[in-house]
């Protein structure tokens, strides 16, 4: 009964019309575990866990894209302890989670967006594992956004845009080049803070804005709908006016 509730509740809010593309930068996780008197890799871990709770909601609502920013270019410059932490959480994921993560049932594409050059060879193919046992899914694209800075992102894409002799760079022309090809409609960032962080500066010229204090580790079910019906408050107009 409790279910069939539920799947009720996800259909009444579909019906107001959700994000195409929905971006999260996923912030707070050592904030999170520091008041609670835990390491900050607790809080890595807890917010790894939550990423796949937030991907199945946003696919039953009918999301075609979630981005998160999970590790970014300037991340690096972390201690290395964490960094190195934070490397292994891929594999952490995959392990908890490697009956259900890759299967038909959840129907989930994952992909890897960002760079790749300075992550070993194993992190290479655990991404590659990733992507090709669910490219053929049909539901919710999952861009983890690991190792990733838009900067770096326009950078090689201009480059190739000029190794292929293009002319014209407006952003419909640049999209196609980039890691994350598909317009942002609403950009969730977690944990208080209210900067994009060099986070899709292109992809969200026109998406709405969307800032709560909850830290990433807490931000459930409950906190997406609530963000999703304030999205549905919004009048979108991409520099026009209402008529």
Not at 116 to 124: D, H, I, Q
Not at 191 to 211: H, I, K
Request: with cysteine; hydrophobic share 35%; glycine share 6%.
């Amino acid at each position: 009964m409790e279910k069939k509730h539920a799947n009720k509740k996800i259909e009444k809010l579909k019906k107001g019309g959700v994000p195409k593309h929905l971006a999260i930068i996923l912030d707070g996780n050592g904030r999170w575990a520091r008041k609670r008197g835990m390491p900050r890799t607790y809080g890595h871990q807890v917010g790894a866990n939550n990423i796949l709770k937030i991907a199945r909601l946003a696919d039953s609502l009918g999301i075609k894209y979630l981005t998160l920013y999970a590790f970014s270019t300037e991340n690096w410059s972390r201690p290395k302890e964490e960094v190195d932490y934070l490397m292994k959480l891929p594999f952490e994921l995959y392990e908890r989670n490697k009956k259900t993560l890759l299967s038909d049932e959840h129907n989930i594409v994952i992909k890897q967006v960002g760079r790749r050059s300075k992550f070993s060879k194993e992190l290479n193919e655990l991404f590659d594992k990733f992507y090709n046992e669910t490219k053929h899914h049909t539901g919710l694209t999952l861009n983890l956004a690991f190792d990733y800075g838009s900067s770096v992102e326009i950078d090689e894409a201009i480059k190739k845009m000029i190794k292929d002799q293009k002319d014209s760079f407006l952003i419909e022309d640049v999209l196609p080049y980039l890691y994350v090809k598909e317009p942002v409609d609403f950009l969730i960032r977690t944990s208080g803070e209210q900067r994009l962080s060099n986070f899709l500066l292109l992809q969200c010229s026109y998406a709405e804005f969307y800032f709560t204090k909850k830290h990433w580790p807490a931000f459930n079910k409950q906190e997406l709908i609530k963000a999703i019906k304030e999205y549905q408050k919004r009048e979108r107009r991409f520099g026009g006016l209402k008529r």
